[in-house]
């Protein structure tokens, strides 16, 4: 498979105070288009921070990360941005749905960016709402909502945009057992019936196993990259 | 949706302190454009076309000093007067000192003529000028105390030691302040044995290319004289009068400085806290695309329609509420008319409008420089 996210020797150093924090330390690999990968490590290991850099929301001190062929250190904030709303669809932890707009708003957001009518609008969100199954939810208010759907309608904003990454930041981190595993199985369709690229940040093992590929990391260093059993 | 949909759905999210936040910018809007108004009556009374033909001669020292009377024949032969009148301040109590309304000792048959605008029926006004007790009232003072026309009233001197006891003979309507009482100067003469003085003169110039030459001639005619004169238009006599109370336009300038900062405290501080709290979200809203202009946009739509609705909510009450209550009355004499003009409305909005603007920037500028990483470890 051809890579769409190729990173090469890539350094983030933070600062705090006077002291520097090397969160990734000269990190190379190659994302093939349709992967599933899973980042696992413990806290400060440098997971979020990979995470965060494939997804355009931080920059690296060193090195590349190419995203289909766009190095994206090398945008603007206003480019990134713009790119952001067409390649990225976020999964977060904690939802971070808009608590004052229901389930179907919530999935439009991105989409107010693009120059897609209503009605073109209404399609898109309406499909997207179907394929994480709470069409009939979508005019609910995230507080209506259990946690598991939230997180559902979050991975409808993620795809609605179809977008060339869906990067999860611990998807079921804030679920239970049976919520994180619908979540789960409905991330690892997403991967194998309409092929889209994801990218899962997990603590737990459980959910790394849902992934075709698991990245270690520690201290900032790639440890292993090893294939999921099927 | 729509992304003015969102913003207002962003703004009606806390609907107490939205509430608390429109009431308090509207008061003190409310407050801005009364004092404006009222700075506005005070300072520029009404002035027609005829007003910019009468002149006051006064005492060059002050107002409190009279003038001979016999200046008038000399005044009269100015060129360019028209017509002049004796014009004594009489400031009487009718029963009770908080019935006050301006009265004056005028020259019954010459005073009309000073004040053209004003609308008199020829017949009470004939009535008025033949009888030497009668008087003519505005018809504001004469609906405020119901009198008719015969009725007999007593004036009670303070400035001057006598009690003119009167009858109305006539009503005077429009043009002028409707609250005036005009008497004889005569009969405040005979009343006060002859005294021989004048509070000022009152005259018209043939036009207004007299104005000044009259000004200079009058002025210069009583130079050195025991009582020197200074003479100005009405409007110049009306603005030095106001200023008798002292500095007000700096003193309602300096109120309205504290409300204006007062309302950016207020505006700033909601902007601050809606913001704060939201910082997670503003993240994701950078997250899935939104740029930092488009952030800051929404950031100051939603400032600039909390303070516009606070703004016309308190602009467009002070209009209302002026525009429906007897503020003479109100006012008890003080404020005859209290008109909130386009032009203040327009001030006021234009305000709350920059207020909205100017309260949000600190905070809308901090969304910006947040990177979504920072944003989203903000807890709810």
């Known amino acids: 498979m051809t890579p769409i996210v190729q990173i090469r020797e890539l350094t983030r150093v933070y600062q705090q105070g006077e002291i520097d924090v090397t969160a990734l330390d000269n990190i190379s690999l190659d994302i093939p288009d349709g992967d599933f990968v899973a980042l696992m490590g413990p806290s400060g290991s440098g997971k979020s921070t990979l995470l965060h850099i494939m997804a355009g929301i931080d920059r690296p001190t060193r090195g590349s990360c190419v995203v289909r062929g766009v190095d994206v250190a090398k945008l603007s904030e206003t480019e990134l941005a713009e790119w952001r709303n067409h390649h990225i669809g976020f999964v977060f932890q904690t939802f971070n749905l808009i608590p004052v707009l229901t389930a179907f708003e919530n999935v439009e957001m991105p989409l107010l960016?693009?120059?897609?009518?209503?009605?073109?609008?209404?399609?898109?969100?309406?499909?997207?709402?179907?394929?994480?199954?709470?069409?009939?939810r979508m005019h609910h208010q995230p507080r209506q909502l259990s946690g598991g759907q939230e997180q559902r309608v979050a991975i409808a904003r993620a795809l609605v945009t179809d977008p060339t990454l869906i990067v999860a930041d611990e998807p079921t981190g804030n679920l239970d057992a049976k919520s994180a595993t619908e979540v789960l199985n409905l991330l690892v369709a997403l991967n194998r019936d309409a092929g889209k690229t994801i990218i899962m940040v997990t603590h737990d093992p459980k959910a790394a196993a849902h992934a075709r590929r698991v990245l270690h990391l520690e201290k900032g260093e790639l440890l292993k990259d090893e294939e999921t059993p099927r | 949706m729509t992304i003015a949909g969102f913003i207002l759905r962003n703004a009606l999210r806390n609907k107490r302190r939205l509430t608390l936040t429109i009431l308090s910018v509207s008061l003190s809007l409310f407050l801005f454009t009364t004092l404006q108004t009222a700075l506005r009556e005070l300072t520029q009374p009404p002035s027609t076309s005829d007003s910019a033909l009468r002149l006051i001669t006064r005492h060059r020292v002050s107002l409190a000093n009279v003038l001979p009377e016999k200046y008038q024949y000399r005044i009269q032969q100015v060129p360019g007067v028209e017509v002049v009148s004796k014009f004594t301040w009489f400031g009487g109590i009718y029963q009770d000192e908080k019935n006050f309304f301006p009265q004056f000792a005028v020259e019954p048959e010459k005073i009309f003529r000073i004040f053209t605008e004003a609308k008199v029926d020829p017949l009470e006004l004939d009535a008025f000028i033949k009888e030497r007790t009668a008087c003519i009232v505005g018809i504001k003072t004469m609906e405020r105390f119901g009198w008719k026309i015969g009725d007999r009233i007593t004036l009670r001197g303070t400035i001057w030691d006598c009690n003119p006891e009167l009858v109305i003979r006539g009503v005077y309507r429009?043009?002028?302040?409707?609250?005036?009482?005009?008497?004889?100067?005569?009969?405040?003469?005979?009343?006060?044995?002859?005294?021989?003085?004048t509070g000022t003169f009152w005259l018209r110039v043939r036009d207004e290319a007299a104005v000044q030459p009259v000004i200079d001639a009058i002025d210069a005619s009583f130079r050195n004289s025991d009582a020197e004169t200074k003479t100005e238009t009405e409007r110049a006599f009306q603005l030095g009068f106001v200023s008798m109370f002292g500095n007000i336009k700096m003193l309602i300038g300096s109120i309205s400085t504290v409300i204006v900062f007062t309302m950016v405290l207020v505006t700033a501080s909601t902007m601050s806290m809606a913001i704060r709290e939201r910082m997670r979200e503003l993240a994701v809203l950078k997250a899935i695309g939104f740029n930092g202009r488009q952030v800051f946009s929404l950031i100051l739509a939603e400032s600039f329609g909390l303070a516009m609705a606070g703004g016309l909510l308190g602009c467009v009450g002070a209009w209302a509420l002026f525009s429906n209550i007897d503020v003479y009355k109100a006012t008890q004499g003080f404020f005859i008319k209290f008109d909130v003009t386009p032009h203040i409305l327009a001030s006021g909005l234009l305000l709350a409008g920059l207020l909205g603007a100017i309260s949000c920037i600190a905070p809308a500028w901090a969304s910006i420089r947040m990177s979504v990483v920072t944003g989203l470890k903000e807890t709810d």
Do not use: Q
């Open chain 1, 113 to 136: 960016l693009t120059g897609l009518t209503a009605s073109e609008r209404r399609a898109h969100v309406e499909a997207a709402l179907e394929l994480v199954g709470l069409k009939d």
């Open chain 2, 174 to 197: 429009e043009g002028i302040d409707e609250t005036n009482l005009f008497f004889h100067h005569d009969y405040f003469n005979e009343l006060m044995n002859d005294l021989g003085v």
